[in-house]
C-alpha cells in the first residue's frame, strides 16, 4: 500500500465507520421499520401497512405523492414553469462541469465540489423528465366535476394531501391510489415509485451536500489554505455559488418536504467519498485535495470529528431554509402559497 497507516489513522477509520453505521441505523429506524406517526412530518419511502380489509389507512405525512415531485407549492403555477426552471438548471451546470473538465481533464472528480455538482444535476435531469411526466399528467387525466383544468391546477395541494384520515385501495396495476377523505373527495393518486424515491433523496443529499461545499469553499479554503493545483477564478467561484443557487430556487418552486432523518443519506455520500479518497491514495495517489483529510498528521482525527460535526449545522441550514419557506411565505402570501407538508 502506498497509504502509510499511523495509530492514530484508526480512530479517523473508526469515525467515518461509525457515522456509516448510525446513518445506516436511522434509516433503517426511519425508512423499513414503515412506521406512520402523526407528530411525524416526513414522508417514508415504504407504503403504510394495510388493514385487513384490503385498505390502506394512514396519515397523510406518511403518504408520497407523485403530485409532490411535480408540482409547484405556489397555486396557479403549471409544472410545465417547474420542468423548464429544472431543465435550465440542468443546462446551465452541465455547461459549466463541462468547462471545468476541459479546462483540468477528468482529474478535477477528485475533489468533493465535482462530486456534488455532478449530484445535484443527476437530481435536475432527472427533476425534469418526471416534471415534463407531470405535464403529461395534466394533459390526459380526466379533469374533476367541474371540467376546469386551470382549477384543477391551482387547487390547494394541501386540502389534498392534509386530511385528519385518509384512504387508499389499489384499483389498477398500475400502482394508482383511491383517496377517499371524510369530506367525500375521491381522486385517483400513485404513490411515488422507485424513480421518484431516488429523486428525494438525491435532493436531500443535495441540501446538506451544497452548503458544505460552499461553506468550506468559501469560509475556509479561500482565505486560510493554498491549494497549487486549484486557483481561485470565474470558474470556480460559479463551481462553488451556482450549485446552491439552482438547489434554492428549485426548492422555492418545488413541493417536496426536508425531513432531518434523511441527514442519513448525506452523511453516507460523505462517507463514500472519504473512502474514495482512501482508497486512492492506497493506489499511490500523492497528494490530497483538502488537507484536512491527511492522515499522516496527529491532528487527522480532531478533523475527522469535526468534518463528522459539521454535517448537522450544514444540512440544518438547508431544513431552515425550507422550514422558512413555509413558515413565512403563506403570511405573506396567504392565497398563492402552499405549504409543502
Known sequence: MALVVYWYDFICFGIVVAAFIGSIWVLWRKEAACRCEEDS????????????????????????????????CWNGVHPGWLMVTRFVSFAAMAGFLTWDI???????????????????????ALGTVISAYGCWVCLSTPLPENDARDEFLKRDVEESTTAN????????????????????????QQRAGFW???????????????????????????????????????????????????????????SLPFPWFRLAYFVQWSCLYVVFQWVLHACGFTWWPYPFLELDTPWAPLWYFALAVVHIPCYGIFALIVKAKNSILPGLFPHAFVRSY
Open 41 to 72: 412530518v416526513y414522508e417514508s419511502l415504504l407504503a403504510a401497512r394495510p388493514d385487513v380489509d384490503g385498505f390502506v389507512r394512514a396519515t397523510p405525512r406518511a403518504h408520497v405523492g407523485s403530485n409532490q415531485l411535480w408540482t409547484s
Open 102 to 124: 476541459v479546462e483540468w481533464d477528468a482529474s478535477i472528480f477528485v475533489y468533493y465540489t465535482e462530486w456534488t455538482f455532478a449530484l445535484v444535476m443527476v437530481y435536475f
Open 165 to 188: 384520515s385518509v384512504t387508499y385501495q389499489e384499483k389498477d396495476v398500475k400502482g394508482k391510489i383511491k383517496l377517499q377523505s371524510h369530506y367525500a373527495q375521491e381522486e385517483f
Open 196 to 254: 421518484g424515491y431516488l429523486m428525494q433523496t438525491i435532493y436531500q443529499t443535495c441540501g446538506g451536500a451544497v452548503i458544505l461545499t460552499d461553506i468550506v469553499f468559501w469560509c475556509v479554503i479561500v482565505p486560510f489554505l493554498s491549494n497549487s493545483h486549484l486557483g481561485l477564478n470565474t470558474l470556480m467561484g460559479c463551481m462553488h455559488t451556482l450549485n446552491a443557487v439552482f438547489l434554492i430556487l428549485d426548492t422555492l418552486l418545488n
